[in-house]
Nanobody
Framework: QVQLVESGGGLVQPGGSLRLSCAASGSIFSIFRMGWYRQVPGKAREFVAD???????KFADSVTGRFTISRDNIKNMVYLQMNTLKPEDTAVYYC??????????????????WGQGTQVTVSS
């Protein structure tokens, strides 16, 4: 089993910055992709950004140029630096990871995991 725990959410004024962190723990052999999604009430969860184990990144158009994503492969952590925040960035942010676990010396399993979410509110 794998657990993802997010931190760093909160209330910030428009134009401000926040840094979200997500720590993965448990039965982890490797993590291919680590990313962030967000959701507001009444809407579907949407992709924000992700980073693969080779360091390649992807961003939603709405956050490109304002958000950056990074990871620490030793600590199994992923970070989302959010700058120039806008009220429309207000949402619950969820960490998402594609984790490969070793079940036996020759048997592996890949599974997607979600964190519990952290609230980000951008308001004056």
């Amino acid at each position: 089993q794998v657990q993802l725990v997010e931190s760093g959410g909160g209330l910030v004024q428009p134009g401000g910055s926040l840094r979200l962190s997500c720590a993965a723990s448990g039965s982890i052999f490797s993590i291919f992709r680590m990313g962030w999604y967000r959701q507001v009430p009444g809407k579907a969860r949407e992709f924000v950004a992700d980073i693969a184990n080779d360091g390649s990144t992807k961003f939603a158009d709405s956050v490109t140029g304002r958000f950056t994503i990074s990871r620490d492969n030793i600590k199994n952590m992923v970070y989302l630096q959010m700058n120039t925040l806008k009220p429309e960035d207000t949402a619950v942010y969820y960490c998402n990871c594609n984790v490969r676990s070793r079940l036996s010396p020759t048997n592996f399993r890949s599974q997607e995991y979600w964190g519990q979410g952290t609230q980000v509110t951008v308001s004056s």
